[in-house]
């Protein structure tokens, strides 16, 4: 069955610093993976990450962005690691604003603490032998040997004259790259997923609560059970909205580089990969 909307998945139980018998991790798991089987998207609320936490993320990185490009542009990446991975590794955060760094930093533990739950939920609902298949998979997190990175994302408004093309989009369609997803939103909206039927769906932020949606490598690595879904960023609708900015912070897990994804189910349906070499190639793809 085709879902036409993104359901909302209650994750109390296996919330950060909350344990679960097996049984509740097997319900958790089945609703789970059944919303990422439709749509390869579910909301996640009663998540355990506070909105304080969340907040000062975006308040801070929204300080950086309202800066002058000039300010901005000491902080750009160079333009010739754009396109190598090594455009992800760390580079200096800037000394004025502290709380930029900080805010950043506490997100990127609880994201990566809540994303190795989603994992184990998920291993639940996939009815793996080994429930910490995934975890064991993504145990360098915040080493140089994953690549795992906490993006935070500021749309500009857009100016009164700007004249919006038709089918101009505020980031274009893609599906993402790894495994999984977290997106935290802010109140703006624009955010459109396709279903199966091939219909764009908003995914209107809804308060207190993560998106979590499947990438590339987990549709691979499940052979296309659990579906990495098309997403975009519309453009304002009404002129009043344009003066609007949008902004999300998105944690994109990446599997250790070492890690082989190869299909769960023995199908072989995709040929096994190492994780940083299907990363590479999309790169280049992309790039
Ligand atoms: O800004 C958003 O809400 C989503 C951005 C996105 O899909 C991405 O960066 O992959
Ligand atoms: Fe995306």
């Known amino acids: 069955m085709n879902t036409l ?9 296996y919330a950060l610093g909350q344990d679960c018998p097996a049984a509740d991790l097997d319900k ?3 609703e789970m993976c059944k919303a990422l089987e439709d749509i390869g998207f579910c909301y996640l609320k009663n998540h355990g990450i506070s909105q304080d936490v969340i907040n000062d993320a975006f308040s801070s990185s929204r300080k950086f962005f309202m800066q002058p490009d000039e300010e901005k542009e000491k ?3 160079s333009k010739s690691k754009i396109l190598t991975l090594d455009g992800l590794e760390k580079r200096e955060w800037p000394s004025h604003f502290p709380e930029l760094k900080s ?5 990127w533990d609880k994201g990566t603490e809540l994303s190795l739950k989603v994992f184990d939920v998920i291993a639940y609902g996939l009815n793996l032998e080994d429930k910490q298949f995934f975890r064991k998979c993504h145990k360098l997190i915040g080493t140089p040997n994953n690549k795992s990175l906490l993006r935070s994302l500021f749309y500009p408004e857009i100016p009164a004259d700007y004249e919006i093309k038709e089918g101009q989009l505020r980031c274009g369609e893609h599906t993402d790259y790894g495994p999984l997803t977290l997106l935290f939103q802010d ?8 279903n199966q039927d091939g219909q764009f769906v908003p995914a209107t ?3 207190g609560t ?18 990495a ?15 609007q900015t949008r902004q999300s912070i998105a944690f994109f897990t990446f599997s250790d580089d070492d890690v082989m994804i190869e299909c769960l189910d023995k199908s072989n349906k995709y040929k096994p990969i190492k994780s940083i070499d299907n990363l590479n190639s999309k790169f280049s793809l992309t790039y």
């Open 187 to 194: 109140e703006v909206g624009g955010l459109e997923v396709r």
């Open 205 to 207: 932020p809804i308060p």
């Open 210 to 227: 993560i998106l979590v949606n499947i990438g590339d490598t987990l549709q691979r690595w499940t052979a296309d059970k659990l579906i």
């Open 28 to 30: 958790l798991g089945s």
């Open 229 to 243: 879904t098309k997403h975009r960023i519309l453009m304002p609708s009404a002129n009043m909205e344009r003066g």
């Open 103 to 107: 805010s950043m930093e506490i997100l």
């Open 5 to 13: 909307y993104i359901p909302v998945i209650d994750f109390q139980a």
């Open 75 to 77: 902080f750009a990446r």
